[in-house]
């Protein structure tokens, strides 16, 4: 069934990749805690599932793709056990909060919901324009249009970080 070596291997590569599957769950979650609890969620069903990874396209791809999918499930399992409370909205930050950061993950994370990840994975783990679409499962389109939203509010909020530093 799982080839051993595989199965070693996919351990290996997740190893190396949590701390840009951390910086992806941070996009997507907007908090620490919740981001930690998705990627020991994704490193368990990329384990689970690595029978189905073939060796074809580059890892992240596929484990973003799981990342995606099993924010999807959580954000869906706490809207039925929640129905009258949503998740925590992210990019819901004040000027004056946005002034006051003091590192580019808060600044990042201050992006509008969905934002934040298109932004990382073009322009921070240098995906295609394609291939991260595939990873958010949004048209290609669409994930130009995020990506020019994510970048004309950072040139936005650009000004007043640097002015704060300076």
């Known amino acids: ?81 929640q129905p009258s409370s949503t998740p925590k909205a992210q990019g819901v930050v004040s000027a004056t909060e946005i002034s006051t950061m003091a590192t580019s993950d808060q600044i990042l994370l201050s992006l509008p919901s969905g934002l934040a990840s298109v932004f990382l994975l073009v322009d921070v783990e240098a995906f295609a324009y394609g291939e991260a679409a595939a990873i958010l499962g949004i048209p290609e389109q669409a994930f130009a249009e995020r990506l020019c939203s994510a970048r004309l509010r950072l040139s936005e909020i650009a000004p007043e970080a640097s002015e704060r530093r300076a």
């Open 1 to 81: 069934m799982n080839n051993p070596t595989q199965t070693m291997d996919i351990r290996r590569d997740l190893v190396a990749l949590l701390p840009r599957l951390r910086r992806f769950a941070l996009t997507l979650a907007g908090t620490a805690e919740d981001a930690d609890r998705l990627v020991r969620e994704v490193c368990s069903r990329a384990i689970q599932k690595s029978h189905h990874w073939k060796g074809e396209g580059r890892i992240e791809s596929w484990l973003f793709s799981l990342m995606r999918t099993a924010w999807s499930d959580e954000i869906k399992k706490r809207r039925k056990t």
